[in-house]
Structures are given as C-alpha cells and as structure tokens.
C-alpha cells in the first residue's frame, strides 16, 4: 500500500512536472542531400565497401588520437566523369543525451571540403548546423590543431556535441587517409 | 594561423549573433545523486530540480525521512553558476511527536567555480560552496570537484572532496516514558569529511548506469578535533536524460560503519537522523 511518504514523493515532484518543455529530435539531411551539398559537380557518388583492419583502426588512432569505433564506416567516393572528387563519409559522434549523424567531405589531398550535419537530436546546442560554425572545418587538414576555443569556436551550452564533431572530423581525415585511393 | 584565429573568431562572432533566439542553455545536469560533477550552465541558463532523498532505517528500528529540496539554478558566467534551495522534511517515524509530519527545514546557497573544463581540459575541476540556513541549525559546505571523462564522454568518473561545519540548537532530550531530561540540550558543533567516489557508463543514447561510493566520517567540534563516527555508503545509480529533462535514481546502502568515544544519550526507540543505513535519492530537473 502506497504510506504518507510515497504520496510526498509524489507531490514533491510536482514542481518540476509544471513545466512546459519540447524535445527536439531532428533529421536535417538524407545521405544523398549531404552527398551533393559536399560535392555539388559530382555525377555519381560510388559506395565504397570498407572494412577496416587492425593495421588501419591503428593508423587511425595514431593521426587523429580518436579510436575508429565503426570498423565498416560508410564511405561514398564522388565523381565526375570518371574522376574523383573526393570522400564522403558518414559518421555518428556522442551528443550530450543523442548520437549526432554527420557528414564529412575530404578531398583527394586530404583536406576538409565540408562538414553536414545530418541528425541533430539535442535540445540545445543546434547552433553547431549553423553554416558559420560548419565552415570552420572547410580546409582543414591533419596538420590542423583541432582545438576547441582555439581554430574551432566552442558553443556554450554544447560543448560536448562540439567537442566530439571536432574530434570526429580530425578522425575521418585521418579514416580518409588509410582507405584504398 | 592568424587566418584560422580570424575564422574561429568570427564563427563565434557569428554564432553568437545568430543564436540569440536559441539561447544556449544547457543543464548542468545531475549525472550522479549524490557527487557533483564539475559541469555547470553557460550564462543565462536557468534549470529547476526537484531533490527527494529518503534516508532509511537505522540499527536501532525502522526510520524513514524523505528530505525535499527544490532547486532553481543560474548560470551567471559560462564558467560560474549559483543556486538556491527550498528545504523541507517529512518524517513517518520518530521518538518525538512533534517532529513527526511535513517540517520546513531551512534554505541553501549554492556556487559552483568552474576552474578546468572536462570537454576542453584534460579533466574538470570545480569549487563549490553551501551555506544553509534552518529552524535549528546552520551549515556550511565546501567541496573540491573533480571530473574525467573518457571514451568520447561515454564513461564519466567523478570525486568530490567534501568539509562541512554545522552548528546545531539542540533541546534537552526526555525519555517519553518517565519525562525526565537525560541529556541537556545546547549549542552542538560539528564537522564533517566526505570522500565521494562515482563512474557512470554510457550504456544507450539517454541512458547511463554506474555507481558511488561515499565516505563519510564525523568530528566533534568545529576544528575537526574528535573523531565520532565514520561509515562508507556504496550503491547503483541510473541516470535518463532526454531533451530539456532529467531524472537520476541512486541508492546507497551502508556498510564499515564505526563509533569512536562516548556515544549520545538517546531515548529509546528515538534515532539519529544523520546515521541511515540506507539512502535513496531522486532528482528530477528541467532546464529553460
């Protein structure tokens, strides 16, 4: 039988249970949408099957200082006419409460063409779609500090969900390096 | 690098301009019942939490208080943020009747220092700062935060450090039976150390799992002068997050616990409200 002090319990969540609130879950972009943003004069975007081996998963881990958890990521190459534009790959990185589906597009020389943000499932911290934010990454190379209030601006508020797309993109560089050209 | 300083600089800029309908807010919410993590709002935020934490059983009989604290936080600074708490207890069991039923019990200042920040430093340190007032007693609490995230944040440890002085007004104590006084009331002073432990994993988007640890030992005096008694607390703690809400569920059972010197008089069948053996806390908070 519920006491007295159950039904304090109860009343004593009551406050917070008051207030008004939404949850945000939101799916921006398909793959092929990010795809042509990335690459706007690809024809064709190629799956490329990739299974990372212990070797690569080192590699990875050694360029970016990021584990490679995804050992079959998905990787499109874009071309046009029969030429490589470059990598797009699909990621997904830690939020504070949801995973973050991303994009990165690298070109052939190893540096960042653009970063598309496809799912972003946070209550807080959207700015991170924010063209303004996104472009921080545009040219970025391995060689690039990747650090957070340094060359990437940090979001107050969501400095998981920016800590994790920097240190994402820096690893899919570094994915992009070690899969076949 | 001048180049990649103006970008970055100018994102922010941007960013800043652009989000001043989304204000950034988020909560510095509670991973752990009863640690603090070194996480705290960015300015303007604003969070409500509910605590309700019920301290069962003691050695000598069934004990139950539920301690309620309403909490509204701010975030002053993106690194400083203070709060203030509504205290009241309701308690089933006691030896005095007067205590017996819903009591206003005081309120709480709180500010928490962010110095390191765990997503930007190689781990979180924080100062944190208490002072309560209620009916019967006033208190103080400091505390040292410290916070290391590993595996992408999908693993969080935690320690809090923690040194507490009360003084408490104390009224003679009767033995309901006869009536007779056998411990004078007055002015109690004491001090308190507390050594806080905590993981928690995260086992699924939204969800994390871990565990606290507790320690807890008390002095008599304000100086830390004579040890009275010690106990370690250990238990599970589930945490939900989703959106703007949170609900965290932990639970502490005690085991190790030792009585240095000569112990209070109590009546029979009265307790020690500070000497549970078993603690159950949950916090629920929405942040706007």
Known sequence: MMGPTRHWALLALAPVALVETRVLAKDYLTVEAAQKLLFAGADRFAALPVKLDEAQIARIKALSGKVQRNRTPAIWRAQAGGKSLGLVIVDEVLGKHENITYAVGVSPDGKVVGVEILSYREAYGGQVRLPAWRAQFDGKTLASPFKLDGDIANISGATLSCRNLTDGVRRLLALASVVPA | ?288
């Open chain 2, 1 to 288: 690098m001048a180049f990649r300083n103006t970008l970055a600089v100018a994102a922010a800029a941007g960013i800043a301009a652009t989000s001043m309908a989304a204000r950034p807010a988020h909560a510095s919410e509670a991973l752990f019942g009863y640690l603090y993590t070194t996480e705290v709002m960015p300015a303007g935020a604003v969070e409500v939490e509910q605590w309700v934490t019920d301290k069962i059983g003691q050695e000598n009989g069934h004990f139950n208080e539920l301690q309620l604290r309403t909490e509204i936080e701010f975030g002053v600074t993106d690194r400083f943020q203070v709060a203030g708490y509504l205290n009241t207890k309701y308690q089933n069991e006691t030896a005095t009747p007067g205590d017996a039923g819903l009591k206003f019990d005081g309120f709480s200042f709180e500010a928490i220092w962010q110095l390191m920040n765990p997503y930007k430093d190689s781990f979180g340190l924080a100062l944190y700062a208490e002072p309560s007032i209620a009916p019967d007693e006033t208190e103080f609490e400091f505390k040292l935060l410290a916070q290391k995230n590993l595996l992408d944040g999908r693993l969080v440890l935690a320690a809090n450090a923690v040194a507490e002085w009360v003084v408490e007004d104390q009224d003679n104590i009767t033995d309901p039976l006869t009536g007779h006084v056998i411990a004078a009331g007055g002015t109690e002073k004491i001090s308190e150390l507390q050594l806080l432990l905590g993981a928690s994993y995260r086992v699924a988007p939204n969800w994390f799992l871990g565990a606290e640890y507790r320690y807890v030992t008390e002095f008599e005096g304000l100086g830390f002068d004579e040890r009275a008694e010690s106990a370690n607390y250990i238990g599970p703690t589930v945490h939900f997050a989703k959106g703007k809400w949170f609900a965290t569920l932990t639970w502490l059972t005690r085991f190790g616990a030792n009585d240095y010197g000569p112990q209070p008089v109590l009546p029979p069948g009265s307790f020690e409200p500070d000497v549970t053996t078993n603690g159950l806390r949950l916090k629920v908070g929405v942040s706007f």
